[in-house]
């Protein structure tokens, strides 16, 4: 069997490594600007700024960046164990890449040391958006032993939260009859895929795959787009509900939710090249780019059938969360459709770059982004900055200069 699997892994990378290729051809006809590269560069100078002010209120409190609210005038932090910790470490990694400030490298090596204990935390599903978004960056810069062993730490606790008989891995914490397991779930399994190709265990692969296809199966509606919770029955493994926590209503597009799926499953087929999964991909960016409700800057509403729209808010997170899954998806796709996700990307970091969403330097606690929407029903983080807008945001700019690159 081991054998099996690392034949079948041989066969991926190869398959991989023919696939770079024919992208290096792919993307000839995908043209980034010039104009918007030389605003990239401005809006990455402007968050080396930003960050450093943020860090000067951290100021040695062990706390994380979670949101700014404007309308309070209040910046607002987390512990470790909050689902967002991670985001801040990821985010001062990427913008030392660009920049190459030393002040973010240490600021964010800093607040890494009070981030390693939660390697061990079997009682949250985030651990990729944690882990892999600070350590995972971390180490793709400086690969160190220590940060392999934390990583593959953090894949064993989230590991503990799979359940068979359901085919996926617990999402949040209930009464012992429910089974819980929300969209944004999708986001965590590449810190799976990353330690099976660390180790060459196949347990993580699968779990990654398993939860994957249970919820392309139970989340999505006929049109592609997504509930937000799936309770599952954890002896049977039979959807006892279905529902949409943070969206509008339960049959409601919650937009967040939306993307987290489209991001998730592009990350499913790069990682497993497995055409079912970028065929879904392809039909939630369909649901999504055609939505009649979708702005022609391309920001969503927070719910794309919030019926107060257009009078509502917008989610600046979830358009930087879709830009940069369509920069990636766009390599994978056909010509057509390839550049319609690149123009389509493109136009939303030309919008969040504008002073709409962009943060006036100095303001918004060093956010660099404005206008994001955490938990609309709750009534929490409604249009504030928030820390994997900013994260997101970044990564769609690394990936549009990226295009740029031979």
């Not at 512990?79 to 913008?95: A, H, I, R, V």
């Not at 390693?116 to 960056?137: P, V």
């Not at 503990?160 to 891995?169: A, D, E, L, M, S």
């Not at 600046?316 to 319609?340: P, V, W």
Request: include cysteine; charged fraction near 20%; glycine fraction near 4%.
């Amino acid at each position: 069997m081991k054998f099996k699997f690392f034949l079948s892994l041989a066969i991926v990378a190869s398959v991989s490594g023919m696939n770079q290729r024919c992208f290096s051809q792919h993307l000839k006809y995908i043209k980034p600007q010039k104009e918007l590269l030389n605003t990239i560069d401005q809006n990455l100078k402007d968050a080396d700024n930003q960050y450093k002010l943020m860090a000067k209120q951290l100021a040695d409190t062990g706390l994380f960046p979670k949101n700014y609210d404007p309308a309070k005038e209040k910046f607002n932090t987390s512990k470790s164990d909050w689902w967002c910790s991670g985001f801040y470490e990821g985010t001062l990694f990427d913008l030392y890449e660009q920049t190459h400030d030393p002040q973010l490298l240490t600021e964010a090596n800093h607040m890494l040391t009070s981030m390693a204990k939660e390697q061990y935390n079997t009682h949250t599903h985030d651990l990729g958006f944690m882990m892999y978004t600070s350590f995972g960056n971390a180490n793709r810069l400086e690969p160190k032993a220590e940060y392999k062993q934390i990583l593959l730490n953090s894949a064993r606790s989230l590991s503990t939260r799979f359940n068979p008989k359901v085919g996926c891995i617990k999402s949040w914490e209930s009464k012992p009859s429910d089974f819980l397991v929300i969209i944004d779930n999708m986001m965590n399994l590449e810190l799976l895929f990353w330690a099976t190709h660390e180790t060459g265990d196949s347990s993580f692969y699968k779990i990654a795959v398993t939860h994957a296809n249970t919820t392309m199966k139970n989340h999505y509606r006929p049109d592609y787009s997504s509930y937000h919770v799936i309770n599952y029955n954890p002896e049977t493994g039979e959807v006892q509900q279905k529902k949409t926590a943070q969206g509008y209503a339960n049959e409601s597009a919650w937009a967040r939710g939306q993307v987290w799926g489209l991001y998730g499953f592009t990350v499913m087929y790069r990682e497993t090249h497995d055409k079912k999964y970028l065929e879904q991909a392809e039909h939630i960016a369909r649901f999504i780019l055609t939505n009649p409700n979708l702005p022609a800057d391309k920001i969503p509403y927070w719910d794309f059938n919030d019926p107060a729209i257009p009078n509502t808010y917008r989610d600046a997170s979830a358009g930087a969360i879709m830009a940069s899954a369509l920069l990636e998806l766009c390599r994978y796709t056909n010509k057509t459709d390839g550049i319609a996700y690149f123009n389509i990307a493109q136009s939303i970091i030309k919008t969040l770059s504008s002073p709409q969403y962009k943060s006036a330097a100095g303001t918004n606690g060093g956010f660099l982004l404005k206008h994001s929407v955490g938990h609309f029903p709750a009534k929490t983080e409604i249009d504030v900055s928030i820390s994997y807008a900013d994260y997101y945001f970044v990564e769609a700019m690394k990936r549009y200069k990226g295009l740029s690159e031979p």
